[in-house]
């Protein structure tokens, strides 16, 4: 069998030295892959260079991405030729599309004229008092998964916190 299995966590730039990012380990998925790698299938797993990786292994393939965007590009062929995806990876439901520094930020200010900036700093200057992030939805992947691969066998992982174990059942 042919596995496909994401994990890790995305980071999505800032600005050239900072991200936003989540607290992913990649543990889950290296012990799925280590399972399934011990029964002799062969995987495929896209993760990140932080995430905890299984040992090396001749049926193991390792792919790298840093964030949403690499993580589609990536993901869309490679599920077309595989079996099974196990989706554990935590990926960023928001991406940065622009940061601007204030030296004083009142309620009644119009942000609108932000919207339409893009950043163009290597790196934001921390010179400013305030600095306003603004974040964009990233696309949600799994859900391209099936239109991609209608046959591919396709589990989901979805951290939630503070909820009953009855309801993570």
Not at 71 to 91: C, G, N, R, W, Y
Request: proline share 4%; net charge positive; no cysteine.
């Amino acid at each position: 069998m042919k596995l496909l299995i994401t994990s890790g966590g995305t980071s999505e730039k800032i600005d050239q030295v900072r991200s936003i990012t989540n607290h992913s380990t990649g543990k889950l998925g290296a012990l799925i892959a280590e399972s399934f790698l011990a029964r002799g299938d062969k995987v495929t797993l896209v993760t990140t260079q932080s995430a905890v990786k299984p040992a090396s292994h001749p049926n193991l393939t390792i792919q790298i991405i840093k964030n949403v965007q690499d993580l589609l590009e990536t993901m869309q062929p490679l599920v077309k030729t595989h079996d099974v995806l196990i989706h554990s990876m935590a990926v960023s439901d928001y991406t940065p599309i622009y940061m601007a520094g204030f030296d004083q930020i009142t309620a009644s200010q119009d942000l609108t004229e932000f919207l339409n900036k893009t950043n163009v700093q290597g790196k934001i200057s921390s010179q400013d008092d305030y600095q306003v992030l603004f974040l964009k939805q990233t696309p949600k992947i799994i859900s391209q998964v099936k239109k991609w691969n209608p046959n591919i066998r396709l589990i989901g992982f979805k951290l939630l916190v503070e909820v009953s174990k009855e309801k993570l059942l």
